[in-house]
């Protein structure tokens, strides 16, 4: 089913030039930043390597991803809306599950054209089933994590063992003794690069100094050397840190410099550099957003900086010239308060990570090509993570518009020729995220507010109804509440053209263009698959900071596929040792629907 002309002797733009050797690709997908946060939409930002980048490419002005994690990744590398094999929520910590086994995906068909293809960083779309991680999907080789959330990989690195830090109770006895512990804490950064500047001259003094007598006492070793040498040497037993993003860095410089020169090389480099405010010290305090802030501002630094090192590297090396590199974020920045609007990550849009308005899924990003004709402009086209691959392909000059391994055309539309001709943008209709409050018979509790969501836009128009928020990703967490999240139910019409910060509502002024969206979305509400995530398995038993990508697979069965079919009179059904039936009943659907899991014969 893989047999596709994919016609990789063609260079960027289709028929003008042709190359012995097709181009390398440098995916790079950055975690959690937003329009706010590059220099390209800020002149405050402080990422100046990827601006000369963005100068020279096609800057992707209306550019959208899912509003989390795992559905951004998964529509980027199999282009198609995660909504149709039930990924809309991602993964939660207690998911047995991951990307279906019938989905191709990027390195998949790079890799059969004559890539060396390459992972490095986050993966995040399973791991439990070794037919689930990367070097099973098509990656020659990957180093980094499968996981998304580093708060277990991060507690258990200091210890060790696998098990949860208890938190810490304050009581009035710590507050009142705060002072008496302030000798012992570690040092603000603004005093480290004081102590930074000044400890090797004092050093240089000591030594030309005369030598103390004998007699005086030996001083004893601070706090803070022992705690260096004791990190240290919990680096030696688990490991380098791979939420570095100098690791990945370099891992890229040696993938390009032992490349072979006739062979083309994909590099899918996920970068994990979001700040979890559960990891930060000190946030028990009233400054808590304003450390996550310029933790923040350090991540996105050491980002800018090692991509800068990755693209001289590539222009000493000569290849920077055969190289097509693109920057995306896998969804806007999380939520940050107390601090002013023009420093919001996702300033000026409304939202932030996990809801469907513009903050949570309008992202930065870039096409850089040294084929373009005209580059350095803005793209204001609406386009798509899933968008990214069939543009890929079709600069390339392989038009790809189907899956071979689904029943379903692909979701992803080629830009190619308007990207470099800067004609008429291709797609009209775009949907933010659709999902339904599909209840199992395993829930005890009783559905009280039905709740969906759907998020579609035509044009400049974009319609939300239902939950703004994501639904939950775990029905653990959210049984007492019937597997959902008690948020507010909506109804909002924006037109972005004229208020990109969706701040007037014009759902009652407008009605029929009301009707007209929700149609549009009815059509795809039949194509919906629940996120069968029913909480069996806590990824705590398996989340091992020893194991080399930082957890342990094969505790799982490899999903295939789901297909779901509405339950009418002619119903029927089958089954067998190698699939497992589940009904579901929801909002959008008047009827309740068999949803059909086949699983994979890899154990």
């Known amino acids: 089913m893989k047999e596709l002309a994919f016609l990789l002797s063609l260079v960027l733009l289709k028929g003008v030039v042709t190359k012995e050797i097709p181009p390398n690709i440098l995916l790079i997908l950055a975690d959690d930043i937003g329009i706010n946060d590059v220099s390209w939409n800020n002149l405050d930002a402080e990422t100046p390597e990827l601006g000369k980048l963005a100068s020279k490419g096609i800057v992707l002005d209306n550019l959208y991803s899912l509003p989390t994690c795992t559905p951004s990744r998964a529509a980027l590398l199999t282009s198609t809306y995660p909504f149709r094999y039930g990924f809309q929520r991602g993964f939660g910590k207690h998911i047995p599950e991951g990307l279906p086994l019938n989905l191709t995906i990027l390195p998949e068909y790079l890799k059969s054209r004559g890539y060396s293809t390459h992972g490095l960083g986050k993966w995040h779309l399973g791991f439990c089933n070794e037919a689930y991680t990367p070097t099973r999907r098509g990656f020659d080789t990957f180093y980094g994590l499968y996981v998304g959330d580093d708060t277990e990989l991060l507690e258990n690195r200091k210890s060790g063992k696998i098990k949860s830090k208890p938190k810490k109770k304050y009581t009035k006895v710590n507050k009142k003794n705060k002072h008496k512990r302030r000798r012992g804490r570690r040092l603000s950064g603004k005093n480290r690069n004081i102590r930074n500047r000044i ?31 004791e990190r240290k040497e919990r680096e030696k037993k688990s490991g380098p840190d791979k939420f570095n993003t100098s690791l990945y860095a370099k891992k890229t410089i040696d993938i390009f410099k032992s490349k072979s020169p006739t062979e083309p090389v994909f590099v899918y480099l996920g970068l994990l550099t979001k700040i979890y405010p559960r990891t930060i010290k000190g946030k028990e305090n009233l400054k808590a957003n304003e450390i996550i802030y310029h933790s923040r501002k350090q991540k996105i630094r050491e980002l800018d900086s090692e991509i800068g090192k990755v693209i001289d590297e590539l222009r000493i090396s000569g290849e920077l010239d055969n190289t097509v590199i693109i920057f ?5 920045a999380r939520q940050l308060t107390g601090i002013r609007d023009v420093d919001n990550p996702n300033f000026p849009l409304k939202g932030f990570k996990g ?98 969501q759907v998020g579609i836009r035509e044009n400049n128009w974009k319609l939300i109804l239902g939950q703004p928020k994501s639904l939950h990703r775990s029905y653990r967490e959210a049984k007492a509440h019937g597997g959902i999240s008690e948020t507010t139910h909506t109804m909002e019409l924006y037109n972005l053209e004229k208020d990109p910060e969706e701040s007037t509502n014009l759902a009652f002024l407008e009605p029929l263009r009301v009707e007209r969206l929700t149609k549009i979305a009815m059509q795809y509400v039949k194509d919906i698959v629940p996120p069968r995530f029913m909480g069996l398995q806590t990824t705590q038993q398996v989340v091992d900071p020893r194991a080399e990508s930082g957890a342990i697979s094969g505790w799982c069965r490899g999903v295939l596929k789901t297909e779901c079919v509405p339950i009418t009179k002619d119903f029927s059904m089958s089954y067998n040792f190698r699939s497992m039936l589940e009904v579901y009943s929801s909002t959008l659907r008047r009827d309740p629907i068999m949803c059909t899991t086949i699983f994979s014969d890899q154990l």
């Open 328 to 332: 995306l974020s896998d969804n806007g």
């Open 355 to 452: 809801t469907i308005y513009e903050g949570g899924t309008k992202v930065p990003g870039f096409i850089y090509s040294p084929f373009y004709q005209n580059p350095g402009y803005r793209y204001r086209g609406i386009i798509h993570f899933v968008d990214i691959m069939p543009t890929m392909f079709g600069s390339l000059g392989y038009p790809h518009n189907r899956s071979p391994r689904y029943k379903h055309e692909i979701d992803g539309i080629d830009h190619s020729n308007v990207l470099s001709t800067r004609g008429t943008p291709p797609r009209t209709i775009m949907v933010y995220n659709l999902d339904d409050d599909f209840l199992a018979p395993v829930l005890s509790s009783i559905q009280t507010t039905p709740k969906f």
């Open 199 to 229: 400890l090797p001259e004092l050093k240089s003094k000591g030594r030309n100094s005369k030598k103390s007598s004998t007699s005086k006492k030996p001083q004893k070793k601070s706090k803070h050397t022992k705690r260096t040498k």
